[in-house]
């Protein structure tokens, strides 16, 4: 071997002699097991064959491997050292293991090092310095430097490469003392619990394996058996049996034992026939401490189960608490694009009406049947306009935990206004796709129950698409209304490939979602809470390969008389037209909103309602025309986030310049904004948005009359 090395560099005859000794001292260190006489002895041969005044020995803090080393051994003219942590790249060992490259050094270039120790401290100067990575294998486990004080006498390049040589060739031998250290004090641990074997594996609380070297089953605890193996009979044999086959799951022990590790961890779900279980795996490879063989594997069991449930919990509700936020935030957009909506579509319907009215003559026309399909068609966009003004309504109620009164609701209605909603997907789109979606409907005319109508509605769109999204290949689905007592029962089934019983008692959870990233999970569990809000059921019925059924139970509508409408009415009521329509009397209104389109609704509505509307977009430009024409206005419309100026500061300053002024606050931020600014806030009239064009008027009406009692 020293001939291999010295062919290809210029050698001394001295300094073949000290790798020659080196190679020697290599083989003699690697039977040496403990790791204190290892590295001593390393010292020892780098004092002696390469005349170092030092070195210093550090090794992979176990504690904090990733972060730290720690020096193991440091001796130099009487100085010692050992425990000292050094971080990666900082010192000469820090950057060593930090870029795997060894590296020497003279007294200059040793003191440009960041947070290089300085020996001068200890009595004496460093004037040469050589340092090397130890590896196992392609791993860096620690670091060996050597050191001389004699400026005469600095390492040269060949004794740089002996010495690399030297680290090179001993990185194994420390990793062989480290595991022998572990191993030794493994066997000093089970040596003195040996004679507590049995009662030790009983009393572990989730459980406790041993194995033999293959895998089969040596010895197991009651408590083990009994949470992986609950339906093996207690006179079943398990001993001898391969563990891997009995859980019908693989574990990591041939990879542990092959890196040369003497524990590892994994984590396995365990299904039962009763329920499932997260189970966590310390596995412990116990070797022989002369031959290094396997003798025992040792797994301890912990059941996850409990904390594993927690855990999920918890970050399924700040998900949800952070979607609450998010919600909220998204709602009021979608208030004010509603708004803008809502109204343009009450305008245009009035338009179209007034329009109608001028046909000149009584016979049905061409023009006239069309007006009429327009008419049918703008009715249908305004409804389902209105009921998504409810469900951004729906999110504000949840946040402030506030609820809904439920009325009378037609089923026939409701179903088919959703398989009209989905009439592009079953129809349209699939027919795209060469797929045929039959659509069977029977339900009981008449049929009503106690709900809020486009949260029934969701529901039912929720059902629909589920049916749709399991039958990717068409198929049918039949949807029937029946009355039963007291009750409504709904039933939405399909011909798809059906739901297994596993996965029916997780389908209303929330989050989970058998769809990947195309599912949200919250489909049927917002399903499911809104029917227990209305006071009823939900359940599923299925077979594998047959298809699904979902059956709603509803209360019944029992006749009862009318309640009288209250003068609080929401904005996004429909509002009675007749009532709408009685203007006591003529006003003049100013009304603030940045958005230029409800601007031009607001000034339209009003204007055709026989009032004088002036608007603006600019807060601050309305406020000075205000203040120019503080006597010209009975009322003042303001919408609530604008730049520039909010809605409160325009009340404020209003109210300051005429206190007697009523005024109607819009905002997108619904009942929440009303709850946080209180009853008494200068404020006469809260109108949320979205509004119709009948909630505005109303909201004059109402706000006029008030002031006049």
């Known amino acids: 071997m020293v001939e291999e090395i010295t062919s290809q560099n210029n050698f001394s005859q001295a300094n073949k002699v000290a790798l020659s000794s080196l190679i020697k001292s290599v083989t003699k260190i690697s039977s040496i097991l403990e790791l204190e006489t290892l590295l001593e002895q390393i010292t020892t041969v780098l004092r002696e064959v390469l005349e170092t005044d030092g070195s210093v020995i550090s090794l992979l803090d176990k504690a904090k491997p990733h972060s730290k080393m720690k020096v193991y051994l440091a001796k130099l003219a009487g100085f010692t050292d050992k425990g000292s942590t050094i971080r990666q790249g900082y010192a000469l060992t820090g950057q060593i293991w930090q870029t795997g490259e060894a590296r020497i050094l003279d007294k200059t270039e040793y003191a440009k090092i960041p947070d290089h120790y300085d020996y001068h401290q200890e009595g004496f100067e460093i004037e040469s310095i050589m340092g090397a990575p130890l590896k196992e294998g392609d791993k860096i486990i620690g670091v060996l430097c050597a050191i001389r004080t004699n400026p005469q006498r600095p390492f040269t390049t060949t004794e740089f490469e002996i010495f690399c040589f030297f680290a090179s060739n001993i990185g194994i031998a420390i990793a062989n003392a480290q595991l022998y250290e572990e191993q030794q004090k493994l066997v000093q641990e089970l040596t003195r619990k040996t004679m507590e074997q049995e009662a030790v594996i009983e009393q572990v609380a989730d459980g406790l394996i041993m194995l033999y070297p293959n895998g089969t089953i040596r010895q197991i605890s009651y408590p083990a058996r009994k949470l992986l193996f609950p339906h093996f009979a207690p006179s079943q044999a398990l001993v001898d049996q391969k563990l891997e086959v009995l859980l019908k799951q693989s574990l990591p022990l041939q990879q542990i034992i092959e890196s040369g590790k003497n524990t590892g961890e994994t984590t396995l779900n365990i299904i039962t026939s009763e329920r499932s279980h997260v189970v966590t795996l310390s596995i412990l490879i116990l070797r022989n401490a002369t031959s290094q063989a396997v003798e025992t594997i040792l797994i301890i069991l912990h059941n996850k189960t409990e904390q594993f449930k927690a855990q999920t919990e918890a970050a399924q509700l700040e998900r949800l608490r952070l979607m609450g936020q998010l919600a909220s935030g998204v709602a009021h957009d979608l208030n004010n694009l509603l708004a803008g909506i809502v109204g343009g579509l009450d305008v245009l319907h009035d338009d179209l009406i007034t329009l109608q009215g001028l046909e000149p003559t009584p016979e049905v026309t061409p023009t006239k049947i069309k007006l009429k399909r327009v008419l049918e068609s703008l009715d249908f966009v305004q409804k389902v306009a209105l009921d998504s003004t409810e469900i951004v309504q729906r999110i504000y109620r949840t946040r402030l935990n506030r609820s809904t009164d439920t009325e009378p609701v037609s ?19 699939a027919s795209l796709h060469g797929v045929d979606y039959k659509i069977k409907l029977e339900i009981e005319a008449e049929l009503k129950a106690m709900a809020t109508r486009s949260e029934l509605q969701e529901v039912m769109v929720n059902l629909l698409s589920n049916a749709l999204d399991a039958m990717p290949t068409g198929g049918r689905i039949a949807i029937s209304g029946t009355q039963s007592e007291n009750w409504v029962e709904l039933k939405v089934s399909d011909t798809g490939k059906g739901i297994s019983e596993e996965l029916r008692d ?27 809000k209305f006071g009823g059921t939900i359940q599923v019925k299925s077979t594998l390969g047959i298809g699904t059924s979902f059956i709603i139970r509803l209360p019944l509508v029992i006749p009862i008389a009318i309640k009288a409408a209250t003068s609080q009415t929401s904005g996004t009521e429909r509002g009675n037209k007749t009532e709408a329509g009685l203007l006591p009397v003529h006003q003049r209104i100013l009304a603030f909103d940045d958005d230029l389109t409800l601007c031009r609704i607001i000034k339209t509505v009003l204007t055709n309602a026989g009032h004088t509307v002036s608007t603006f977009s600019n807060p601050v430009d309305g406020i000075a025309f205000f203040e120019e024409n503080l006597w010209n206005f009975d009322l003042l419309l303001t919408d609530m986030t604008m730049p520039h100026m909010t809605g409160k500061e325009v009340i404020e300053k209003a109210h300051l310049l005429r206190p007697e002024l009523p005024v109607i606050l819009i905002s997108g931020w619904g009942e929440e904004l009303k709850a946080s600014l209180g009853e008494n806030y200068h404020i006469n009239y809260f109108l949320s948005k979205p509004y119709t064009a009948d909630g505005l008027k109303k909201a004059v009406i109402e706000t006029m009359a008030q002031v006049a009692h």
Request: net charge positive; charged share 25%; no cysteine.
């Open 506 to 532: 997780k389908i209303f959870r929330p989050f989970f979602t058998t769809k990947g990233e195309r599912g949200t999970g919250l489909g049927l569990a917002v399903s499911q809470e809104l029917i227990e």
């Open 411 to 429: 089923l026939v209605e409701i179903v088919n206004q959703a398989v009209d909603l989905l009439k592009p997907r079953w129809q349209s789109q």
